[in-house]
T-cell receptor, first 116, second 115 residues
Framework: NAGVTQTPKFRILKIGQSMTLQCTQD?????MYWYRQDPGMGLKLIYY???????DKGEVPNGYNVSRSTTEDFPLRLELAAPSQTSVYFC???????????????FGSGTQLSVL | DAKTTQPPSMDCAEGRAANLPCNHS???????VYWYRQIHSQGPQYIIH???NNETNEMASLIITEDRKSSTLILPHATLRDTAVYYC????????????????FGTGTRLTIIP
């Protein structure tokens, strides 16, 4: 049981390049999230998904795209990388418990991205 | 949306209880208080959550005031491994058709355990 797996762990991009950050989970959780964390700051929500085929924007979605074709995978796409997207990216999941009283999030180990 | 206020940093001696305060004066009746921590750029880790009553688990205790406008996370016997950034969060309703909720993280409290 690996939990939440993110790849790659580190990446350097040139301005204008594109890439996909991968996130996969083996806990059969419905909810998945993408956060970014700039140095010394808290986490900001980029996109989230409540199940396969359903996604929605968070606080800072500009410059990113997501898809959710399966329960397990929730990739984050950067189409035209910009220096402002230099950050650490975290994927998270949670179960959809009946009554929704348990909002415990499980996080991956993060992807450190630099855009130069 | 209820917002939280936490001190930016705190120190605590190893072996002593660490008491981390959080103010959430605009919390609504059906919003929970959650605590997470983040150790040195790792992914955040869930600690505990509560609604009205005090809660305790193997990691910590959560004390919520009767008016629910503030809470305190207590690490009873702090160790060096408890050095981390601690986030106090209240559940925020999402402004979408899904009617589901997300957690919004602020900047937290950087707790340093002193040997």
């Amino acid at each position: 049981n690996a939990g939440v797996t993110q790849t790659p762990k580190f990446r350097i991009l040139k301005i204008g390049q594109s890439m996909t950050l991968q996130c996969t989970q083996d806990m059969n959780h419905n909810y998945m999230y993408w956060y970014r964390q700039d140095p010394g700051m808290g986490l900001k929500l980029i996109y989230y998904s409540v199940g396969a085929g359903i996604t929605d924007k968070g606080e800072v979605p500009n410059g990113y795209n997501v898809s959710r074709s399966t329960t397990e995978d929730f990739p984050l796409r950067l189409e035209l990388a910009a220096p402002s997207q230099t950050s650490v990216y975290f994927c998270a999941t949670r179960d959809r418990a009946i009554g929704a009283t348990n909002e415990k999030l499980f996080f991956g180990s993060g992807t450190q991205l630099s855009v130069l | 949306d209820a917002k939280t206020t936490q001190p930016p940093s705190m120190d605590c001696a190893e072996g002593r209880a660490a008491n981390l305060p959080c103010n959430h004066s605009t919390i609504s009746g059906n919003e929970y208080v959650y605590w997470y921590r983040q150790i040195h750029s790792q992914g955040p880790q869930y600690i505990i959550h509560g609604l009205k009553n005090n809660e305790t688990n193997e990691m910590a205790s959560l004390i919520i005031t009767e008016d629910r406008k503030s809470s305190t996370l207590i690490l009873p016997h702090a160790t060096l491994r408890d050095t981390a950034v601690y986030y106090c969060i209240v559940r925020v309703a999402v402004g979408s058709n899904f009617g589901n909720e997300k957690l919004t993280f602020g900047t937290g409290t950087r707790l340093t355990i002193i040997p």
